[in-house]
């Protein structure tokens, strides 16, 4: 069954593997989320949205801004902004077209945030999960869960609509 059927009938999605380093396993983190989207866009323009990372404040509100230093490779660090939070992330993992992962580092949390794009017929099927560790998402464990909870299907809904508008 393809992941396209997967989505349609409801079945679960097995858990992606996980870029996490040391010490930043998600299935124990105390605030983790997954969310998915089918995006109507070919899977190149999916793709530029979300590697052009300089970019994202311009489609995705949330984002204030980013700076990134160097090319789109393994190891390459950006800085950005959102909701007030300023957030130093590094890439983890680069797949042109399938997966896309960084881990982050703001006040008191550390996170990973994997992307995963699967292409289908001039669709792509996009997936998510983020998870938060550290002392402050322990601490503010239910907060932090609702912020993951909605702010994951906020962020696919923007791409779908700055791919699918990009058409």
């Given amino acids: 069954m393809s992941a ?3 989505i349609r009938s409801g079945a679960a999605l097995r858990p992606a593997a996980s870029s996490a380093p040391a010490g930043l396993p998600p299935t124990t983190a105390p605030a983790r989320a997954r969310a ?3 995006i109507n866009a070919p899977p190149d323009r999916v793709w530029q949205l979300m590697t052009q990372i300089e970019r994202w404040p311009e489609w995705n509100k949330a984002v204030d801004s980013v700076k ?3 090319a789109l490779t393994k190891g390459s660090v950006f800085v950005w902004k959102s909701r007030g939070f300023t957030v130093t992330s590094t890439l983890q993992d680069i797949e042109p077209r ?3 992962s960084w881990t982050g580092e703001a006040i008191g949390t550390k996170a990973i945030h994997e992307w995963e794009f699967e292409a289908n017929d001039g669709k792509v099927l996009v997936r998510t999960f983020e998870a938060f560790h550290g002392w402050l998402p322990w601490l503010l464990r239910r907060s932090m869960q609702k912020t993951l909870d909605d702010t ?4 696919l809904a923007t791409l779908k609509a ?3 508008r990009a058409g």
């Fill in 98 to 100: 399938r997966r896309l």
């Fill in 152 to 155: 994951l299907p906020k962020w």
């Fill in 4 to 6: 396209f059927n997967s």
């Fill in 162 to 164: 700055a791919a699918e």
């Fill in 68 to 70: 990134r230093a160097g």
């Fill in 36 to 38: 998915q989207i089918i």
